[in-house]
């Protein structure tokens, strides 16, 4: 079992959900930590922070009102690894957290992953017709770098979706 904890707490503005951590990441106790991941040059192309952050500034992630945790715990090499009922119980966890933490959108990271853990086969990228936790879901591609199949500039549009649609949640909950 990781090591790797969730950050982040109630009053979020997104929630991001990993798969599970890679080996890098459980090795250094950081998010997203495995070269090549394009999870941190994501975040700000997407004007989710100021300014690139490292995988050894996730703990800033909550100033930006953002925090992050994984579907499963367990750091595996690929997330091909990990089990469907692995995914599934993940998914029974990750509900908890959300109905705690109550961010304004979570972000799942991962459509094959979102699909086998939430038994959702046919779910697509983008804003979800179900809810987590009573929370909106807005499914994203894994930057993984082991993704071969979207460019930076693909990833930055298509999480600068998700940041538009949290911020039309926050206007309109004022």
Known sequence: ??????????????????????LRSEEVGHHFARPGNRFWPT??????TPRQLTPY?????PSFGLGVTNIVARATRAASELSAEEL????????GTVREWSPQLVAIVGVVAYRTAFERPRANMGLQPHEVGDRPVWVLPNPSGLNAHYKPADFARLYAEARVYAAGIAAGSK
């Open 1 to 22: 079992m990781s090591q790797l904890g969730s950050i982040g707490g109630p009053g979020l503005r997104v929630l991001f959900v990993g798969i599970n951590p890679s």
């Open 43 to 48: 975040l700000h192309a997407a004007g989710f």
């Open 57 to 61: 500034e996730d703990a800033l992630l």
């Open 88 to 95: 599934r119980a993940g998914a029974v966890r990750l509900e």
